[in-house]
């Protein structure tokens, strides 16, 4: 609105709505150079006992099944809110899924090779 330009990936987290559990959220960010800091929401309000999803595993060397589904059932819920606000993540992957580690809240995290839902085929990998 006010004429400057940003990252895809601060546009694509603003289309996010706040207020969701499952998506990390964008408080601001500032450009230094060619370089770009993002102050997240997980980087000030970060749980204590909070891990990403690749760690926690190789950790444990495995899930429950149990647990496995509530986490997985948790990123699916991410995933259509994304998509909901016409925002598409393309890189689901373990390190890209922050747990709090206390109420076993997963949240995606990293739009870095995200893109706007379109209707018409994807053509280029990402990821």
Not at 9 to 30: N, S
Not at 63 to 86: D, I, K, M, N, Y
Request: aromatic share 8%; proline share 6%.
């Amino acid at each position: 609105p006010d004429g400057t330009s940003a990252p895809l990936e601060i546009v694509l987290l603003a289309k996010v709505p706040t207020g969701f559990p499952g998506v990390l959220q964008l408080l601001e960010w500032l450009e230094v150079s060619k370089d770009i800091l993002m102050v997240l929401y997980w980087m000030l309000e970060r749980p204590e006992h909070s891990q990403d999803l690749q760690h926690f595993i190789g950790a444990r060397g495995f899930l429950p099944e149990e647990e496995a589904r509530e986490l997985f059932r948790q990123v699916l819920e991410a995933v259509r809110h994304c998509t909901s606000c016409g925002v598409l993540h393309r890189d689901i992957k373990p390190e890209n899924i922050l747990l709090d580690l206390a109420t076993g809240q997963a949240k995606l995290i990293d739009f870095g090779c995200g893109t706007y839902l379109q209707e018409t085929a994807y053509t280029h990998f990402a990821g």
